[in-house]
């Protein structure tokens, strides 16, 4: 059974730091591009970062740029990503995906989602 489960999310203030984890199971963790993705209220899906099957190439949003780092353990079988100098409008919830390639639409595997708030 495919299982991506995040965590780390929380209430932090503006300008803080938080890091999420997101733990596969079920799948070769490995062979997949893994991605963040995030969903504010009443608003669509936002891409966030994708990183390569090695760690190798990393991409991000214009808007996260700078703030937030994304990486893999492949040997423990998780995705994270280190936010820092947060703002409300990082306010979201965030999802980890996974996929054959550097696309995260054509996604394959999606989690449950933890929640960010950015909030004084």
């Known amino acids: 059974q495919v299982q991506l489960v995040e965590s780390g999310g929380g209430l932090v203030q503006p300008g803080g730091s938080l890091r999420l984890s997101c733990a596969a199971s079920?799948?070769?963790?490995?062979?997949?591009?893994m991605y963040w993705v995030r969903q504010a209220p009443g608003k669509g899906r936002e891409w966030v970062s994708t990183?390569?099957?090695?760690?190798?190439?990393?991409y991000y949003a214009d808007s996260v740029k700078g703030r937030f780092t994304i990486s893999r353990d492949n040997a423990k079988n998780t995705l994270y990503l280190q936010m820092n100098i947060l703002k409300p409008e990082d306010t979201a919830l965030y999802y980890c995906a996974g996929g054959r390639d550097s696309s995260w639409s054509r996604y394959i595997y999606w989690g449950q989602g933890t929640q960010v708030t950015v909030s004084s």
């Open positions: 990183i390569s099957t090695a760690s190798g190439l990393t």
């Open positions: 079920g799948f070769t963790f490995s062979s997949y591009w």
